[in-house]
């Protein structure tokens, strides 16, 4: 009787112990899916609330004083709290805008993700690579979620060539 009661206990909390795992896995899934749609729609307001009215002919000339400008504007109103990294982009993959000055006027190679937001696919997120050397500046911040979404000038012309690139952290 023993043995069949330890065999029962046993398969009992083999289980539960795979339902606990499905559980956690699942869990850990929805809510990187969820941080992931938030940061989609957080980076989607900051463009087009924050981003977009403070766009200069200097800032997409690639001319100092749009970047000084841009950063003004980043610093009081955008960069903040779990917000690690702002990026503006150019569609030759020229960083425009970044709060790291060291990053403004490098060139990386967009992916597809991202050069199909700048062709008016809707904002797009993702988890960070930061083996990438564009995010080398990134990699002790932890986990990091990416965001892109296209943008368009104060005056409503499109600027087909620029896009907010936002890492913020997650847990």
């Known amino acids: 009787m023993r043995g069949i009661i330890g065999r029962f206990a046993f398969a009992g909390f083999l289980a539960m112990t795979v339902v606990a795992g499905i559980v956690a896995v699942l869990s850990q899934r929805a809510g990187r899916d969820e941080a992931i749609r938030d940061a989609r729609e957080i980076t989607r307001l900051i463009a087009e609330g924050v981003v977009e009215p403070a766009i200069t002919p200097e800032l997409i000339e690639g001319q ?11 610093r009081a109103s955008v960069i903040r709290g779990s917000l690690v990294r702002v990026k503006i982009w150019a569609e030759s993959g020229t960083v425009l805008y970044s709060d790291q000055r060291e990053l403004i006027g490098e060139r990386y190679e967009l992916g597809a993700d991202e050069l199909e937001v700048l062709h008016g696919a809707p904002t797009a997120a993702e988890v960070s690579d930061l083996s990438r050397s564009e ?8 986990q990091l979620l990416e965001a892109y979404t296209a943008m368009t000038g104060p005056n409503g ?9 936002a890492e913020a952290q997650y847990h």
């Not at 499109?158 to 690139?165: D, E, G, K, L, R």
Request: net charge negative; aromatic share 0%.
């Open 64 to 74: 100092p004083s749009g970047a000084t400008d841009m950063d003004r504007v980043m």
């Open 135 to 142: 995010n080398r500046l990134e990699r002790d911040q932890g």
């Open 157 to 165: 012309e499109t600027i087909p060539a620029a896009a907010i690139a």
